[in-house]
């Protein structure tokens, strides 16, 4: 009796799964597998908060869909990258020969790219970037399966020249770490600013991600200049604002960024970046329905207050979300997938975006300034910005 009825029940289970289609062969194996996802992101030094950030995005955005991909679980493997471009090639190189991942999310800093980059290119894993802006990765170097979700280096910076010759501010110093992100974002800030007027009186830098500004700063009181623009992020930023005020800059010299200046550091500044003017792909007071209630699921889930970095992190889950389910799943339908991809379009936070021949973001740049622990939206300082991917041929 019990044996027959143990029968009748495994029948019943496999009449069921046939109805269901859970008995196909190959397919069913693949799509029944669990979806690897690698997160290779900074969790240490100067940009740690940034990769937090990321990978809060890319999790709210998933869990809010269900927490699958086309139908799929997920497993998370995640590396440090410590934003050491020394290690890029291995840490990206431990993710997809060890973790064996179907889709790299990663990273933050331009140098550490470039070695996902490579790795990316040679083994033809999918690669999600969730910032990092170096420009190869969507120009001379672009690839079918590498998207940037987030910006270009100079993007931010090519709507920053007009406004602050608009406000009179036509001799400006300009002042960055030495690297890519740096120097790719002063490209876009020295064509916007002398295309508008500006003269440029002096570019100084350091190296990453050193942060003993005095002796830059002590040079800036001595040029006068009208105006400073730089570009800085995470950890630096919060100590360059401060050591700015410190030095009393901020009372004669208006301060303007790339907006990573401010994303994110508005506590640990203390009051020192009220007035700061920065153009940015986000604001965190976007009056958008999309906007307000993102900030408030985030706010919720993580007790802390979103920022460019979690709305980056977000869309990198929206779009593999969008891709994984025009494949039911399949990952290894690189044709649709991509096509897929490059078709979407995301509902950001940061206002609607769809993707650039090239795999990155067009998308409006605002003009903000600080006031308070917020970065007030001021203006639309360029609407679809795209760049160039001046080089790019997929294939
Ligand atoms: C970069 O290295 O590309 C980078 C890092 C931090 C940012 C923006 C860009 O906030």
Redesign the pocket.
Known sequence: MTTRRVVLTRSAAVIGAASTGLLLPEIVRAQAARVRVGFMLPYTGT?AQ?GVAIENGVRMALDEAGGKLGGREIDFFKVDDESNPAKGVENATRLVQRDKVDVLIGT???GVQMGIHKVARETGVLNLIP????HVATRQQCAPNVFRTSFS?AQPTLALGKPMVERGHKRAVWITWNY??GDEAFEGFEQSYTAAGGTIVKKLGLPFPNVEFQALLTEIAALKPDAVACFF??GGAAKFLRDYAAAGLNRSIQLYGSG?LTEGVLEAAGGAAEGVITTMHYSDLLDTPRNKQFRLNYAKTFKLQPDVYAVQGYDTGLLLLQGAKAVGGDLSNKKALYAAMEGAVIDSPRGQWRMSKAHNPIQDIYLRQVKGKENRVIGVAAKAVEDPGTGCRMG
């Open positions: 940009f940034l933050v800093h331009s910032n990092a802006g170096v280096n890519a992100a992020a995470g990573f």
